[in-house]
């Protein structure tokens, strides 16, 4: 049963540059939600995405913006990096919408600009 | 809007040693918990869980957690530690409004000494 994968591992960008991770959910889960999590910080929620539509949203700017394709799969797009983009970006996954539903996350992606 | 707080950013405990790491939450309905545990370089892996019922909720690895209502309370325990436990521990909320915005506390660093 293959967990959450996320690719690239590791990502080096430079200031101004677009960037694209992505993500593979649990096997048998429908709903993706981002998270940033900063150096030392707890993680940060991003965006969630169910039935291929964006469903909740946290205090990002527009800059992040992502997609859910129909086989589950998400991606998460960077706009115009800035230093403060550089963080180690979780993708979680779980089945439906519930509160209580229990998030299962990948290894991340770790996103330096430089 | 729901809040997290882990009040120790260290905790250090000999091996054999019972453990507890601390958190205490806000929320606006009813809570539903979470505890994760971050090895270095990895992403988040889930622990255990309180829903509703039973205010002691155990999981993985011998971790159990209380859930305490009149003290917005939810710390994380282990009757004995091992080396191996030394990672960096989360506490989550969510509540049972629709959406799955979970907040991540701050973490809190275990570290367990032979």
């Known amino acids: 049963d293959a967990g959450v994968t996320q690719s690239p591992t590791h990502l080096i960008k430079t200031r101004g540059q677009q960037v694209t991770l992505r993500c593979s959910p649990k096997?048998?889960?429908?709903?993706v939600s981002w998270y940033q999590q900063a150096l030392g910080q707890g993680p940060q929620f991003i965006f969630q995405?169910?039935?291929?539509?964006?469903?909740q949203r946290g205090n990002f700017p527009d800059r992040f913006s992502g997609h859910q394709f129909p086989n589950y799969s998400s991606e998460l797009n960077v706009n115009a990096l800035l230093l403060g983009d550089s963080a180690l970006y979780l993708c979680?996954?779980?089945?439906?919408?519930?509160?209580?539903?229990?998030?299962?996350f990948g290894p991340g992606t770790r996103l330096t600009v430089l | 809007a729901q809040s997290v707080a882990q009040p120790e950013d260290q905790v250090n405990v000999a091996e054999g040693n019972p453990l507890t790491v601390k958190c205490t939450y806000s929320?606006?309905?009813?809570?539903?918990l979470f505890w994760y545990v971050q090895y270095p370089n990895r992403g988040l892996q889930f622990l255990l869980k309180?829903?509703?019922?039973?205010?002691l909720v155990k999981g993985s690895y011998g971790f159990e957690a209380e859930f305490n209502k009149s003290q917005t309370s939810f710390h994380l325990k282990k009757p004995s530690a091992l080396v191996s436990d030394s990672a960096l521990y989360f506490c989550?909320?969510?509540?049972?409004?629709?959406?799955?915005?979970?907040?991540f506390g701050p973490g809190t660093r275990l570290s367990v000494l032979p």
């Open positions: 979680a996954s779980s089945l439906g919408l519930a509160n209580s539903d229990t998030q299962y």
């Open positions: 096997s048998g889960h429908d709903t």
């Open positions: 995405y169910y039935e291929e539509e964006e469903r």
């Open positions: 929320v606006s309905g009813n809570p539903y």
């Open positions: 309180y829903i509703t019922g039973d205010n």
């Open positions: 989550a909320v969510s509540d049972d409004n629709y959406g799955q915005n979970f907040v």
